[in-house]
């Protein structure tokens, strides 16, 4: 039998997840998340293998009136039952995390054969948002500006485009396969 990993059962997985903070969270909730992902990973035998911080990034749709959020890439191996827990944890987080995702990325990884650099597994530290994106963002969320600049109307008759192949500008007449009466 090969030598496993006390911390890791035989037959762990290995998987990827990602979280969505808010924009506006402050550094102190942040580290509550990442205490709490990391502590659910390590009390049901898992193993982090690499945390990455993606930063502000534009959503790609409005979550909660929210169009930014703070990214958190994961690497981790760990038994199957684990990731119900692991999500549990994010969704009790609500007021934190607007998003989250986890996929299995293989199946029955071989744990002795994995290296965990401790540099690797380090949530790095939310950065305040600046002064002035958070007042933008106040007055979007109030709906006191709009979101994007409206679209001028197009004329759909007068683009070139749209008219029918062999039609000229000032034909007038009827298709040739009709008669008039």
């Known amino acids: 039998m090969p030598d496993v990993s006390p ?7 290995e998987y990827e997840a990602i979280y969505v903070l808010r924009p506006d969270i402050d550094v102190e ?5 990442a205490n709490r992902v990391s502590d659910v990973i390590a009390r049901e035998n898992g193993t982090l293998v690499k945390v990455e911080s993606w930063g502000r990034r534009k959503l790609a749709y409005p979550v909660r009136k929210f169009r930014k ?22 969704r009790m987080q609500k007021d934190a ?6 996929v299995k990325v293989n199946d029955e990884v071989a744990v002795a054969g994995v290296q965990v650099d401790p540099e690797e597994i380090k949530f790095a530290a ?4 600046a002064e002035d994106e ?15 600049e409206p679209r001028a109307p197009r004329d759909m008759m007068g683009d070139e ?14 298709p040739a396969d009709e008669e008039e009466t």
Do not use: Q, W
């Open 69 to 90: 959020g703070i990214y958190y890439y994961l690497r981790f191996i760990a038994p199957g039952g684990m990731v119900a827990e692991f999500e549990r944890n994010l």
């Open 97 to 102: 995390v607007l998003k989250f995702m986890t």
């Open 29 to 33: 909730a942040a580290a509550r998340v």
């Open 126 to 129: 939310v950065e305040p948002i």
């Open 134 to 148: 958070l007042e933008e963002s106040r007055e979007k969320i109030l709906g006191l500006i709009e979101h994007h």
């Open 161 to 174: 485009d749209m008219r029918g192949a062999g039609m000229d500008e000032d034909d007038d007449s009827a």
């Open 7 to 13: 911390s890791v059962p035989k037959g762990a997985k």
